[in-house]
């Protein structure tokens, strides 16, 4: 039960890009077709699964013990950096096909603080590991909901005749309020 | 290009926030007053500032397969004493922005300038051009944050100029959103003369 709270917290309520506004480096990027807006979340879904297990053993049996804490951020980001590389090289190797439909998306993810954030925001929650592995699989559900959510919005978008300074990306802006809007209505929901 | 030109780009014509749309995450999440904008904007200048310098004086040492994870390992370094410091000096403001201060690493106007600039560019450029695209994203964040603080809680820099209750919706989430996108209209309506 408590994992479904989590899950459901992590996608509706606690919207990793409209209410915490982490990843939207790729939300505003990669969101003006469904198609993408798909590679990318199946992308982030996939490297922020195995990102959020591998901090979360660096933290519990390497910077706790040693006391080494305040080398959080410069461990993590390095591990989730070099993990993308990784990722990549035995995706070529094993699934090609796998591979051709995220391949492009992989190296925007280092930057991507979604990633990041999310293994930053498990280790302040003290969750046991299966916990995190949920969490983590909630926020990327959440995003790529509003990202693909969005992305379909956005297509749609192109064909209206909008005034010149509001064309493109304030366009876009607007309608991601107004999604975060709608989103808010889930507050109170867990 | 002139050194007055390197410095003064970041402002307007090349506004991190506004033109070049970089480093949105930090901008929205936390502009909720205008003194979290600035703090924010005077946290990212220095950890831009000195990794332009780092990064400007290691550049001809560094091997070019490797140098986006060396450029990532100096930033880090910087937000981690960046981190520690606010921690220490400044609790309540470290607290409100929480989680943006070590994800200044991953703020990608940190990471563009490094690539694109410094290891290009001499150490006094580098330092202008940090120091003016720095100064930039704080003034985009500060105006942002004044924007919702004044909308969302009727005050500005935390001084109450009235008593009634403001529109909440520009403190929480979706005030972020239509904040910057009137604001990048307006940018754009001022500056396409």
């Not at chain 1, 297509?155 to 809007?181: C, F, Q, T, Y």
Request: aromatic share 10%; charged share 10%.
């Amino acid at each position: 039960m408590e994992y479904i709270v989590i899950i459901i917290s992590a996608v509706f309520v606690n919207n990793i890009v409209l209410a915490q506004f982490l990843g939207l480096c790729p939300f505003v990027g990669v969101s003006s077709k469904v198609k993408t807006a798909t590679g990318m979340s199946g992308a982030v879904l996939f490297v922020m699964f195995i990102a959020t297990v591998i901090t979360w053993l660096i933290q519990n049996y390497i910077l706790l013990p040693f006391k080494i804490e305040y080398m959080q951020t410069i461990a993590f980001i390095l591990v989730i950096s070099s993990l993308v590389q990784m990722v990549e090289i035995i995706l070529k190797k094993i699934s090609p096909s796998l591979f051709q439909a995220l391949g492009v998306f992989l190296p925007l993810i280092t930057t991507n603080c979604a990633i990041l954030g999310v293994t930053l925001l498990t280790v302040q929650n003290d969750f046991k590991l299966l916990e995190a592995v949920f969490f983590a699989i909630g926020h990327a559900g959440g995003f790529a909901l509003a990202l693909i959510i969005f992305a379909g919005i956005r297509e749609h978008l192109d064909l209206i005749n909008l005034p010149k300074g509001m064309r493109g990306v304030p366009a876009a802006l607007v309608v991601a309020g107004i999604l975060s809007l709608a989103f808010m209505g889930f507050a109170g929901l867990v | 290009m002139n050194k007055w030109k390197i410095f003064s780009k970041g402002f307007i014509k090349e506004n991190p926030v506004f033109v070049l749309l970089l480093g949105l995450c930090p901008t929205l999440g936390v502009t909720t007053s205008a003194i979290n904008g600035l703090g924010m904007g005077l946290a990212t200048t220095f950890v831009l500032v000195m990794s332009n310098i780092v990064v400007s004086l290691v550049k001809s040492v560094i091997p070019n397969k490797v140098r986006i994870p060396s450029f990532i390992v100096i930033i880090a370094s910087f937000v981690t004493i960046v981190d520690l410091v606010m921690k220490a000096y400044v609790p309540a403001l470290h607290s409100q922005l929480g989680l943006f201060i070590p994800l200044i690493v991953v703020n990608c106007l940190v990471m563009g300038r490094a690539e694109a600039f410094a290891s290009k560019n001499s150490l006094g450029d580098s330092i202008l051009d940090g120091l003016g695209m720095g100064l930039g994203f704080a003034f985009a964040l500060t105006l942002l944050g004044a924007v919702r603080e004044i909308l969302g809680s009727l005050s500005i820099f935390g001084i109450q100029f009235a008593e009634a209750d403001g529109m909440l919706v520009f403190v929480l989430a979706p005030g972020a959103f239509l904040g910057l996108a009137y604001l990048i209209a307006l940018m754009r309506k001022i500056t396409d003369k």
